[in-house]
């Protein structure tokens, strides 16, 4: 992807997202000031339009912005958990608006990293994999449970449900990731890991390299440990929430 390109969007989105902040939250200029570090002045020469944040400053203020504006508080009044520790995401991965959010808050958080595809699983990942790679201008590849008609060769990787003893796998065609590309997995949900873990030694057998992963959200932190990446490989979920006590095995 286009890291100048990139750099102009999210430096944009900033400006849409602190007029947001000023105009429709009616967030005062000082109350703004207070929170960013940056003068008043300043916030509001952006908000006009009459200049740009430069990327690392647009950075900055995006940050300290979606926690404002932010697509977390939307998600969490979204995830109501029943009686056995499940919550049903169709109101989050169908909500366009949400969709967008996430994808601009994606570009955000990856911009100036080289990423030339996204990658999920069918079927939930779909929506929001889709919305990124069109924000991030990279193709998009979809791990299914069932190899396609007409594509002669794949790569596959098998793993077992935890608590379950149920194994699943997962296709991609074999020339879909190359070794050149640098892959950014994304999915609606973490809960054990372990699809993305699927997901990230699929990216590993096609010998490419990881660029990240990213989801809305993650459930509890055991999961960490399922994904085995490096330090330098970022993982970013707009929101974490606890797992129910008594039904920790079953994520």
């Not at 989105?13 to 300043?42: D, F, H, Q």
Request: net charge positive; with cysteine.
């Amino acid at each position: 992807m286009s890291t100048h390109a990139d750099d102009l969007k999210l430096r944009l989105m900033t400006i849409e997202l602190l007029r947001t902040a000023k105009y429709k939250r009616n967030i005062t200029y000082r109350e703004l000031a207070s929170k960013t570090g940056l003068p008043v002045t300043v916030l509001s020469r952006y908000a006009k339009g009459h200049v740009l944040p430069n990327t690392s400053r647009a950075k900055q203020l995006w940050k300290v912005l979606t926690k404002l504006v932010g697509l977390e508080t939307e998600l969490r009044s979204r995830i109501k958990f029943d009686e056995d520790g499940y919550f049903d995401n169709t109101d989050i991965i169908g909500d366009f608006n949400i969709l967008q959010q996430a994808a601009n808050q994606a570009l955000a958080n990856f911009a100036g990293k080289r990423v030339t595809k996204v990658l999920t699983a069918a079927v939930d990942g779909i929506p929001l994999a889709t919305m990124v790679s069109n924000a991030l201008g990279v193709n998009l590849v979809m791990a299914k449970r069932n190899k396609e008609v007409g594509v002669k060769a794949f790569l596959e990787e098998t793993y077992v449900l935890r608590g379950s003893g149920v194994t699943m796998t997962l296709y991609i065609p074999k020339d879909a990731l190359k070794k050149r590309d640098s892959v950014l997995v994304i999915d609606d949900m973490i809960k054990t890991g372990e699809t993305q873990a699927a997901l990230i030694n699929l990216v590993r057998k096609a010998r490419a390299e990881m660029s990240g992963v990213f989801s809305l959200i993650a459930v509890g932190d055991e999961w960490k440990k399922a994904l085995k990446l490096s330090g330098d490989c970022p993982v970013e979920v707009i929101t974490y929430v606890k797992a129910p006590y008594d039904q920790s095995t079953r994520y």
